[in-house]
């Protein structure tokens, strides 16, 4: 009986076995990269606003600390998006007139709210407390990045659960002193260490400090965010 | 598959062989059908796991279809949201993100209870009782829970109408004011539901000043006319009467569901409960010790399931009862005791006796309000004798402002329309074409006058009726007009308590639709004295009213939610000399032959009222189990003699836990008659039969048409309670009813433990037998426990539970548990709907609910203990209520079988669902002895209906189609109170150690414990509540931390009648029980030897 099959099928099939689970592993590897990618996570995507609010005036330039908007933020699961009336209190005085601003005049005039898009959003069944975070020496810098050099807002990590974890796991790689939360240049350098009356050598040691200091138990249950 | 139907003659033979199965859940169970077995030990019953629905299938499919489409189009990008934040701030200081409570006050059948209304971002989503309100105390009905469904129900009318053309409120206030317009009001009717607010009746007495001709009538299907006549009888006046049943040592309830029914249920469960429970000394009821309470009724009711004594009797011998004890009591002037039975006459001998060995004033005697005026001059005169006025009974002058009694003041209205002195017709809040008795079949007669020819009438006046009602219902249909009612919840108004004390409604939204109030009604239609009609806005009315409070005492008012001290002063109420001899002292005579007829307000909706709430359509009758569904309920006994019968359909294709035929009877009243399914109830008087009101909508909305059957069809106005010579002939018919008692079985262990006060009271004082019980590690509540599941290892002085892990974790930190009082709990299943509200569970329809799929997360299992097996096999003496919700197992057996690990154990003892992860194998529902498990077998939760979307919890998540559920401990309150804790914990650091307030001391020395190495703040006890137990009447329900050793938890945790539901299985359950108590009389129930089995 004559062969079917000829001889460089055996090669061929070798290269066919491998290439299959290559290409499989290939293909599961390509998955994980993409759910990380800025293509899904949206890290980096800056999005169209109605107004071109700019973080980086305001707080870089102009110094406003962001509790003055964000005013939830110490108190309430959500950090809050300020009402019109806030963006009013200053610009019924300066700027009034600005083409820029005109949507925030019609809202106020209207009463109708102007309509952000959101930039951050965490994962479905997940439940983010911001006041709990902020209490225990959590800077907004952390999660959101240097907003203070953003001109449009754009999201800096990728609000993934192993993202969360990362800091769940290891607090003292992020923890500050309370009073510098707010502050987006804080360096390690830059605080005392009460115990010796020296600024703190670098975030190792002022993390494992603040760590007890705060007796941050950071959960890993899963309960801590799914409800 | 046909199954035979219940042999009588098997449940004998049954109960007398067997010795150890006591308690049992179901006629069907009892009897030990094999096939019912089978069928109660599969997890999900046959057709549960199949799409035997194929509309169903088809929609999932067509749902499939476009969700796919939905995902080809998106891609696997999250989409953007918008974030859209207020224009001004709101002046509340209301935080986002944050809930702010509101205290408002529900009204019912014109009674007043105080409520906190949970709003989140301005929507109201979960109601809480009112802990500062004497009517509430903090406890709440199923009714009340449901109230934030009824407020964002999609089928509530919308808009204005005339002949369904919508119209606006301007154009029917000007219809209205032409027909007043110069006239005295002649013809000019009101048809209003029972007015409790102040406000509103000096509204109308304004109005009538105007219009003196013109007529208001009062629509109460469920009202109090036969308590206040009997207090005319008795004193000659009408009077206001509530119990204070924390003074009462002996209840005796005549017919009264006063658990659960009646604008005091909520308040009487709390202080009857107060008095069932051990206290902190270890003393049962308190100082005073524990009451007893012994229920003579013809229905199975809430009361009567908590009885320590309870007579089934049939209507007119209820009554007969009543005389016959103040016969025995000796009471001045009563007659000689009418004719009862023998069993009748040892209970009025040992309850005579035994209220007579009592003190005065420490007894109280309640009539329900279907028992005849006469049965309650009998009460109030029974209850003077022993010197109850005062101490346990209260009188006050009649608490609502409208004084008329329902009942005749419908007749009323119907004869004057028949006459034809009304030409215009205004409904208020009231249904009377659904709701009427049928002998006034006023749906009839409004749909005559709707066709009557102009000149065919007296008044040559056109005919006009205007409806105001929260939904389009039968009356609507019947009117030209239709205005709709604005909710509870949606506008100002002001209200009265059970005792009088005067709530403030206040609203926490603005109305949803275009919704009015009878406020607006009648101020529109009323002229101020500077000629212009009062158009004030609600606010004002009611403030304007309370004018005599400053701001102050007005604002403190509104936040508290009631004027304090209002209630009006007790009566000292004198009996009339010769009370006996009028004319009326005589017991409603019944039928000697035939049945009689018992009518009662329906648990879930009511009067009808409530049709269109699925959650309380759904939720299961506390007796009957049944959901969608009322029935003609009566005992195996007349069943059997009725040769009818119920029977449990076990097909292939959906052989279903909950599908029970029943057969349909023909129910003839005098000259009314109704097709209506049976059901038989255990417990139940023979030779009566009861209906419950309020099933049998034919326009109630998608939720409520069409199920159930109409009673109001058999209601006489004469006689609204009861009917004797009623009839009842077998119809070669059978109905579905949709019962939720067989399932989720947990196969009959020794679950539900009750014990009487007496072997109790052994115990405590058996030195020996506690020392050698703790040697053991079992309690009273524990001790036949035979401890499979356990080992005592050697030289150990204990023994241990069988243990899988090498070791038992060692909670540190917070360890949540939870006891559940069964001495406490009353069945009444508030804590069912509260848990529905709280966690955003969806209702699922009368279909699912025969398929076993309920998604309760909480279900409470009634078990029967036979009383008597070789007389009465269905004569259960004690009635038991078991509420089950996840146990939170510390080695729970469902987190060992998923796959996924989408069940798993929190750090704080918590059994955690992880939705994301579920894929829905159900393996976990499997292993879980306590059936506690859900699943979404579709998409139950509703995601599209804009109103619906309103009512759900934003803490908590909805589920999809796919995954499984089940109790969390309501974790996000856990959450919440330790974010909080934790936040005024970072505030405190600058504080000396001693002056911070939530530094905790259950650690080693004092000191706070530590959890993985760090301190934890202190959750004070108390601050962690779950839904279940906020809403608990009876507060049977306690949750904590078993860590802190000062917790109220804790302490009941080493009650010695703590027990653990199926403990010898190792499971270790932080959801605990303790044995219910019973103190029943023992010359009625023979005290059995103490260490006998149990």
């Known amino acids: ?227 | 598959m046909k199954r035979k139907p219940i042999d009588p003659e098997l449940l004998r033979d049954r109960l007398a062989a067997e010795q150890g199965k006591q308690y049992w859940r179901s006629l069907e169970e009892l009897a030990g059908d094999p096939a019912v077995t089978a069928m109660l030990q599969r997890e999900f019953p046959d057709g549960a796991s199949e799409w035997s629905d194929p509309v169903s299938r088809r929609q999932f499919l067509m749902l499939m279809g476009a969700s796919l489409a939905l995902a080809g189009a998106t891609g696997c990008r999250p989409p953007t949201g918008k974030v859209i934040p207020f224009v001004r701030p709101p002046e509340d200081n209301r935080i986002p993100g944050k809930a702010l409570y509101y205290a408002t006050a529900m009204p019912l059948s014109g009674y007043c209870t105080g409520l906190l209304v949970e709003s989140n971002e301005g929507r109201p989503t979960k109601i809480e009782g009112h802990p500062d309100h004497p009517t509430s105390q903090g406890g709440t009905s199923a009714i009340h829970q449901a109230a934030t469904l009824g407020l964002y129900d999609p089928d509530r009318s919308k808009a204005i109408s005339y002949r369904q053309q919508v119209r606006t409120w301007g154009e029917v206030i000007q219809v209205l004011r032409r027909r007043l317009n110069g006239t005295k009001g002649e013809g000019f009717a009101f048809v209003t539901e029972t007015i409790g607010s102040p406000t509103l009746a000096a509204q109308i007495e304004e109005f009538q000043k105007q219009y003196p001709a013109a007529k208001f009538y009062r629509h109460e299907p469920v009202n109090d006319d036969n308590a206040l006549l009997g207090s005319e009888l008795a004193f000659g006046r009408r009077l206001h009467s509530y119990a204070k049943l924390e003074n009462a040592d002996v209840i005796v309830a005549l017919q009264a569901d006063f658990l659960a029914e009646g604008p005091g249920q909520l308040v009487y469960s709390r202080e009857f409960a107060k008095r069932r429970k051990r206290d902190e000394e270890g003393k049962v009821g308190g100082p005073r010790g524990m009451n007893r309470l012994y229920v003579i009724e013809t229905d199975l009711t809430v009361t009567g399931a908590a009885a320590d004594n309870r007579l089934a009797l049939k209507p007119s011998q209820v009554e007969a009862f009543a005389f016959a004890l103040a016969a025995e009591l000796q009471v001045a002037g009563a007659p000689a005791a009418p004719k009862l039975s023998d069993d009748a006459t040892k209970y009025v001998q040992a309850i005579a006796k035994d209220l007579k060995a009592r003190k005065p004033g420490s007894t109280a005697i309640l009539v329900g309000p279907s028992a005849s005026p006469a049965v309650h001059a009998v009460a109030h005169a029974i209850n003077v004798a022993l010197g109850n006025v005062g101490q346990t009974i209260v009188y006050t002058e009649p608490l609502l402002p409208q004084r008329q009694l329902a009942g005749p003041s419908l007749r009323a209205f119907a004869s004057d329309l028949a006459k034809g002195a009304i030409d215009t017709v205004v409904f208020v809040g009231c249904n009377p074409a659904y709701s009427g008795p049928a002998d006034l079949d006023l749906g009839t007669a409004l749909a005559e006058e709707l066709k009557k020819p102009i000149h065919a009438r007296p008044s040559k006046k056109e005919w006009l009726a205007v409806h105001m009602g929260l939904y389009f219902d039968e009356t609507a249909r019947l009117c030209q007009w239709h205005i709709p009612q604005v909710h509870f919840l949606e506008d100002w108004s002001d209200g009265v308590g059970h005792d009088g004390t005067v709530r403030i409604l206040q609203p926490l939204i603005a109305p949803l639709y275009e919704g009015k109030s009878f406020h607006d009604l009648i101020g529109s239609l009323t002229k101020k004295s500077d000629g212009d009609f009062d158009e004030r806005s609600t606010y004002e009315m009611v403030r304007d009213h309370w004018k005599k409070l400053d701001d102050n005492a007005w604002f403190t008012a509104i936040h508290d939610g009631l004027i304090k001290d209002s209630a009006p002063a007790p009566l000292q109420a004198e009996l009339v000399k010769d009370l006996f001899a009028k004319e009326a002292m005589k017991p409603w005579s019944g039928s000697d032959k035939g049945l009689e007829l018992l009518l009662a307000p329906e648990p879930g909706v009511y009067d009808g009222q409530f049709a269109n709430n699925g959650w309380l359509q759904e939720w299961p009758r506390p007796l009957s189990r049944l959901t969608w569904d009322n029935a003609l309920i009566l005992s195996p006994a007349t069943a059997e003699k009725l040769q009818v019968r119920t029977r449990i359909r076990l097909l292939r294709s959906g052989g279903e836990h909950g599908e029970q035929a029943a057969d349909m009877v023909k129910l003839t009243v005098g000259k009314q008659s109704l097709d209506v399914a049976i059901w038989i109830m255990p417990g139940h008087a023979d030779d009566a039969v009861t209906l419950h009101l309020g099933y049998g909508r034919t326009h109630a909305g998608k939720v409520g048409t069409g199920y159930g059957f109409n009673a109001y069809k058999v209601r006489n106005s004469e006689s609204p309670w009861v009917a004797a010579g009623v009839e009842i002939s077998k119809l070669n018919k059978e109905y579905m009813l949709a019962c939720v008692q067989g399932h989720h079985s947990m196969e009959g262990r020794d679950l539900v433990r009750s014990e009487t006060l007496h072997a109790f009271e052994h115990y405590e004082h058996d030195e020996k037998l506690k020392e050698k019980l703790k040697k053991k590690g079992l309690n009273f509540a524990t001790r036949h426990d035979h401890l499979v599941g356990f080992e005592k290892k050697e030289g150990a002085k204990r023994a241990t539970p069988l243990n899988l892990y090498e070791k038992a974790h060692h909670y540190t930190g917070y360890k949540w548990g939870m006891v559940v009082d069964l001495s406490a709990c009353t069945g009444c299943g508030a804590c069912v709907v509260a848990c529905q509200a709280e966690n955003n569970s969806p209702v699922i329809g009368k279909t699912e609910v025969t398929r076993g799929r309920e998604m309760h997360w909480l279900r409470i299992d009634r078990y029967f203990k036979t009383g008597k097996p070789d007389e009465r096999p269905d004569d259960p003496l004690e009635v038991h209520f078991q509420p089950v919700m996840c146990q939170h197992c510390e080695q729970a057996p469902c987190e060992l079988v998923c796959p996924v690990e989408a069940t798993v154990h929190g750090d704080e003892g918590t059994n955690d669902m992880v939705y994301n992860r579920c894929v829905g194998t159900r393996y976990c529902a499997n292993n879980c002895p306590y059936k506690v498990r859900r699943f979404n077998f579709f998409s139950y939760a509703d995601y599209d209906t804009p109103s619906l979307k309103l009512v759900y919890n934003p803490e908590v998540t909805v589920r999809t189609r796919g995954v499984v559920e089940k109790c969390t401990f309501c974790i996000q309150r856990i959450a919440y109170a330790r974010i909080e804790a934790a936040k005024e914990a970072m505030e405190e650091l600058a504080l000396p150690v001693k002056q911070r307030k939530r530094r905790d001391s259950n650690g080693e020395d004092g000191k706070p414990r530590l959890h993985d190495g760090k301190e934890i703040p202190l959750i004070r006890d108390g601050e962690v509540q779950t839904a279940c137990q906020t809403a608990c009447p009876a507060e049977a329900i306690v949750f904590g931390d078993l860590n802190d050793k000062n917790s109220k938890v804790a302490k009941l945790q080493d009650s010695p009648l703590n027990y653990s539901l199926m403990g010898e299985l190792g499971t270790r359950p932080r959801v605990t029980y303790l044995a219910a108590l019973r103190n029943p009389n023992p010359e009625l129930t023979p005290e059995k030897n103490h260490e006998g089995h149990h």
């Open chain 1, 1 to 227: 009986m004559p062969q079917i099959f000829h001889r460089a099928f055996n090669t061929l099939a070798l290269v066919a076995i491998y290439s299959v689970v290559f290409l499989v592993a290939g293909l599961a590897y390509a998955a994980t990269v993409l759910v990380r990618s800025p293509y899904v996570t949206n890290v980096g995507v800056t999005r169209e606003q109605p107004i071109p609010f700019s973080h980086a005036h305001h707080v870089n330039e102009l110094g406003i600390d962001c509790r003055y908007c964000h005013n939830s933020a110490e108190e309430s699961a959500h950090a809050g998006v300020p009402p019109t009336k806030t963006c009013m209190n200053c610009h019924s005085q300066i700027w009034v007139g600005a083409d820029m601003l005109a949507p925030v005049r019609e809202s106020y005039a209207t009463n109708k709210p102007i309509e952000w898009t959101r930039v951050h959003k965490i994962g479905e069944f997940s439940y983010f407390n911001h006041a709990v975070h902020v209490k225990k020496g959590m800077s907004c810098a952390v999660c959101h990045g240097r907003i203070d050099h953003m001109h449009l807002v754009r999201q800096q990590n990728t609000l993934l659960m192993e993202w969360c974890l990362e800091c769940h796991r290891n607090p003292e790689k992020y923890v500050r002193p309370r009073d510098q939360i707010y502050n987006m240049n804080f360096q390690p350098q830059d605080a005392i260490n009460p115990e010796t009356g020296q600024p703190f050598k670098d975030q190792a040691e002022l993390g494992a400090y603040y760590v007890k200091e705060y007796q941050i138990r950071t959960k890993e249950s899963c309960n801590a965010c799914h409800r």
